[in-house]
């Protein structure tokens, strides 16, 4: 028996929801963590696969800048086939929709810190 948009199914389908939203809560928790490190001025703890990139800054931004991309391009597949009534679990087209919206503004809150930084360099005096 089916729930209402392909939700349900029994046991295999709520432990999948459940995981879903475990990792959005962790994401979540990690996300405020840099948050409150960056208003204390602290640095926060590395955690994660990404915490000691091998080629530096610059192949640690180019592996997130992808992952971003990767994020947003399931979310727009997901979408589409949403939208031609491929994936009937909307739950999961929210959730990846949710992610790439996430992780873009993380980017994009990167991306300010980064051009700050660059200004004040910029205005120091020589």
Do not use: C, D, H, M
């Given at each position: 028996m089916s729930g209402i948009g392909g939700i349900g199914g029994g046991a295999g389908g709520i432990q999948q929801i459940l995981a879903m939203r475990?990792?959005?809560l962790d994401r979540s928790n990690l996300l405020q963590d840099v948050h409150?490190?960056?208003q204390s001025g602290a640095v926060?703890?590395?955690t994660g696969p990404t915490a000691t990139p091998a080629g530096g800054f610059g192949a640690a931004l180019d592996t997130a800048l992808h992952s971003v991309s990767a994020s947003q391009?399931?979310?727009?597949?997901?979408?589409?086939?949403?939208?031609?009534?491929?994936?009937?679990d909307?739950?999961?087209?929210m959730?990846?929709?949710q992610e790439a919206g996430v992780a873009f503004e993380a980017t994009l809150q990167v991306r300010n810190r980064l051009l700050s930084a660059y200004q004040d360099i910029m205005r120091m005096g020589v």
């Open positions: 475990q990792q959005i409150r490190a960056s926060a703890p590395a391009g399931n979310a727009e597949a997901l979408s589409a086939g949403y939208e031609r009534g491929e994936v009937t909307v739950a999961k087209v959730l990846a929709r």
